[in-house]
């Protein structure tokens, strides 16, 4: 069986001309675990490099139901309108399990997903060596290279994917909802510190009220935390996803977020750092998963399980012993 194999050149030049289908070729060549596919897949972003950088990265985290997706829907097309091509993945954690709920998220923006200057794409979170966002990382620098000037990574605001879309992003943005308290939401406080911006969505109709009241709560809140990034007073504001209210000042405190990290050098010290974090994490798991490779070391562990719980060496010394072992089946 023969598979038709573009060649990695075809693929660069299919996506800097922002041909949307090659793009989606290129990030399934990402994600796969074949190893020849890997090869090629890092040799197009090698070769594509010199045209990532560019977008505006925007992540946008909340529990579900806050209106993430009616909310980059709405911003999408509003920014469409204003000249700009608008990317989104969805960080989906069910997707690997079940199949998942993207085909709702599509649905969920069905009209911007209709839209040339559009391209929505969900994000597998498990499989890959190098963390969950790897993918999600290689699929926005895809993007990129594809002429996409804002990227939007959306993430459920539950267990730890909103740690690792802050380093993905430039600009983390917590979407919340009135009427809730932080319990209700279920936001952490570790979360709310990473917020460059926050939204209480759904101002409209009678929560209006409720939602200028929850702003000043979290603006309140907010004082009391370090800033997410330094100099920076992350700004609470009031939107409503569905009427579209509030979005062009979203979008203007993004945009004021960016200049104060163009002007203090900031952007370029945050995407280093983001690189070197993900260069450790990847290290650290290649390192772990050729080590747990290697003949031996199952009985290795197992022998030093055995002997820790039975108090025969210190948990150092199983430690040494499983080193030990190891560097003999060499
Ligand atoms: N009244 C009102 N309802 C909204 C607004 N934004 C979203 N909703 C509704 O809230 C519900 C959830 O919206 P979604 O956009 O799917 O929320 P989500 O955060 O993407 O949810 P998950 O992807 O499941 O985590 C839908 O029924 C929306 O119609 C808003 O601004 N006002
Ligand atoms: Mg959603």
């Keep these: 069986m023969t598979r038709p194999r573009p060649a990695v050149a075809e693929l660069a030049a299919g996506i800097r001309a922002g041909d949307r289908g090659t793009l989606s070729r290129a990030i399934t060549l990402a994600e796969s675990r074949l190893a020849a596919d890997q090869d090629r897949a890092q040799e197009l972003l090698v070769e594509l490099l010199p045209q990532t950088g560019g977008a505006r990265r925007l992540g946008l985290t909340g529990v579900p139901g806050a209106g993430k997706s009616t909310m980059i829907e709405a911003l999408g097309m509003w920014l469409i309108e204003q000249g700009h091509r608008v990317a989104v993945l969805v960080i989906d954690p069910s997707s690997a399990r079940s199949g998942g709920s993207i085909l709702g998220d599509k649905t969920r923006m069905q009209r911007l997903s209709m839209l040339d200057d559009a391209y929505i794409r969900p994000s597998p979170t498990s499989g890959a060596l190098g963390g969950v966002g790897r993918r999600t990382r290689e699929a926005l620098m895809l993007c990129e290279a594809a002429g996409f000037d804002v990227v939007i990574v959306e993430s459920v605001g539950v267990g730890q994917s909103e740690a690792l879309m802050a380093d993905l992003v430039d600009c983390f943005c917590l979407l919340l909802v009135p009427g809730a308290g932080d319990e209700l939401q279920g936001i952490k406080r570790g979360i ?124 150092p010394q199983a430690v040494a012993r499983v080193m030990a072992a190891v560097s003999d089946g060499r």
């Excluded at 009220?209 to 100099?231: I, S, V």
């Excluded at 750092?273 to 260069?279: A, E, I, P, S």
């Excluded at 390192?287 to 399980?305: E, T």
């Design 192 to 315: 709310v510190e990473l917020a460059d911006l926050v939204v209480v969505n759904k101002a409209d109709g009678e929560h209006v009220a409720d939602a200028r009241r929850a702003a000043m709560d979290y603006r309140h809140a907010l004082r009391m935390l370090q800033p997410a990034t330094p100099g920076w007073k992350s700004p609470v504001l009031t939107a409503s996803a569905m009427t579209g209210d509030g979005l062009p000042e979203m979008w203007a405190a993004i945009e004021e977020h960016r200049a104060h990290l163009d002007a203090s050098g900031l952007l370029g010290e945050r995407r280093r750092d983001q690189q070197l974090r993900w260069l450790r994490a990847l290290l650290d798991e290649t390192v772990l998963a050729s080590f747990a490779d290697r003949p031996g070391v199952d009985d290795a562990l197992r022998a030093a399980r055995e002997a820790v719980v039975a108090a025969e060496v210190t948990v």
